[in-house]
């Protein structure tokens, strides 16, 4: 395993970082019922091979993950990580929540203190919530009080919100969603290396995509196995996070013991600085290969946006060029179902074309609608 300094602790993590989001479970479907006994086995042999970083959330696992990452930390494993949890931010809305939540919170861990305590998920207006809401001063108070050592924040908005909220706090650390097809999303390259200069560790989170990346398209596999470093697509992603000096530790969310045992070995050999050019240009080849899949040319600029009958065109178009690139069709259903729910899928579209008159690409939104709506049902 290799090891770094973590920012203003003073200590050295593993580069590695378990994430308790996808762990093993009895019941498919139902992410809510653990496989407890697999779970544990898996942390605490991450652990002994060196993973000194542990992630969770209120809400991973249906609320299951606190209370089984507390088990799995007894045994004397707690005083061997870093252990982080996140105060669902949507569900305050007084200021004495944060402080309720966290003790909740310690109590389902069953720990006395936690390392580090993140604001889960901000966003610019969650954000703006959360300032209205003293999040100052309950930061200060749960450091003072020894609840938390240390304070941070998870991220899944736009590029100018995360350096907003960089610049809004003292920050131990941020967390963002980064990989080789993300680095223009989200809080994005320009953002990462904003904190890096800004002093603020960045923990990655999501380096696969959620899994996908492990799982790439046939003609992305058969790239990756003729490039003569024989990587897998596993290692190829782990490496671009890794290269990065201003992240410390890389989450995954291990679903079987063959997964740890995998990122185990792969993190032997990530340090930062490490990959060569001909590497980089490789990697910005795999990008443009699954970027080449994408099926709409929509660019989110939102020009079409309000359409009268509500159909949330740029969403719709984002859920079909997802499920191209990454050929999983079954995802454009599931997001699709998401957007039915909402009342804003195509079926919606009484072809007032106001939407093509405001397109800046051009694009023939209503055929489009109608072809994406037949596919996805
Ligand atoms: N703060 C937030 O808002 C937020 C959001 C997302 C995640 N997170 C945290 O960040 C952690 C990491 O994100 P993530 O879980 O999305 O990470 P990820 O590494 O992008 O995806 C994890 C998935 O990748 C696959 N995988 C991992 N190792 C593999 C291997 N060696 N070979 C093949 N497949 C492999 C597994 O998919 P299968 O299970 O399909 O096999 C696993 O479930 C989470 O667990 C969570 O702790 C936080």
New binding site residues.
């Given amino acids: 395993m290799q090891y770094v300094p973590f920012g203003k602790t003073g200590r050295q993590v593993s580069r590695l970082?378990f994430?308790?989001?996808?762990l093993p479970t009895l019941k498919k479907g139902d992410s809510q019922v653990i496989d407890r006994e697999e779970a544990i086995r898996m942390l605490r042999f991450a652990i002994d091979a060196g993973v000194n970083y542990v992630?969770?959330?209120y809400v991973?696992h249906g609320g299951e993950s606190e209370i089984l990452t507390g088990i799995a930390l007894k045994d004397g494993y707690r005083g061997r990580v870093m252990l982080t949890t996140?105060l669902p931010q949507w569900l305050v809305e007084k200021e004495s929540d944060m402080d309720r939540l966290l003790d909740e919170q310690l109590k389902k861990l069953d720990v006395s203190y936690l390392d580090f305590y993140?604001l889960?998920?901000l966003d610019g207006s969650s954000f703006d919530k959360l300032k209205r809401l003293n999040y100052q001063k309950f930061l200060e108070k749960a450091k003072a009080d020894g609840r938390i050592r240390h304070a941070g924040f998870?991220?899944?908005g736009e590029k100018d919100a995360f350096v907003d909220i960089i610049d809004g706090y003292d920050w131990d650390m941020a967390?963002i969603?980064f990989?080789y097809l993300d680095d223009t999303a989200q809080a994005t390259l320009e953002g990462l290396l904003y904190a890096q200069r800004r002093g603020v560790p960045v923990v990655v989170?999501?380096?696969?995509?959620?899994?996908?990346?492990?799982?790439p398209p046939e003609d992305i596999r058969d790239t990756i196995d003729a490039n003569p470093r024989g990587w897998?697509p596993?290692e190829w992603a782990f490496r671009y996070v890794g290269d990065f000096r201003n992240v410390p530790t890389i989450?995954?969310?291990?679903?079987?013991m063959?997964?740890v045992q995998?990122?185990l070995r792969?993190f032997e050999d990530v340090k930062a600085d490490d990959l060569t050019e001909h590497d980089k240009v490789f990697l910005a080849a795999l990008k443009r290969s699954y970027l080449s899949r994408i099926k709409v040319g929509c660019t989110a600029c939102n020009y079409c946006q309000p359409c009268p009958q509500e159909v949330q065109i740029p969403r719709i178009f984002e859920a079909c060029n997802e499920a191209f690139m990454l050929n999983q069709p079954s995802s454009l259903k599931w997001n699709y179902g998401g957007i039915i729910k909402d009342n804003a899928d195509g079926s919606r579209c009484v072809a007032c074309g106001a939407c093509e008159a405001a397109c800046p690409q051009g694009l023939p939104i209503i055929q489009l609608l109608r072809e994406i709506d037949a596919q996805a049902r």
């Fill in positions: 970082g994430g308790m989001m996808r992630d969770t959330a991973y996140k993140l889960h998920a998870s991220f899944h967390q969603q990989n989170m999501e380096p696969l995509r959620g899994g996908a990346l492990a799982n897998s596993v989450l995954s969310g291990m679903s079987s063959e997964q995998d990122n792969i």
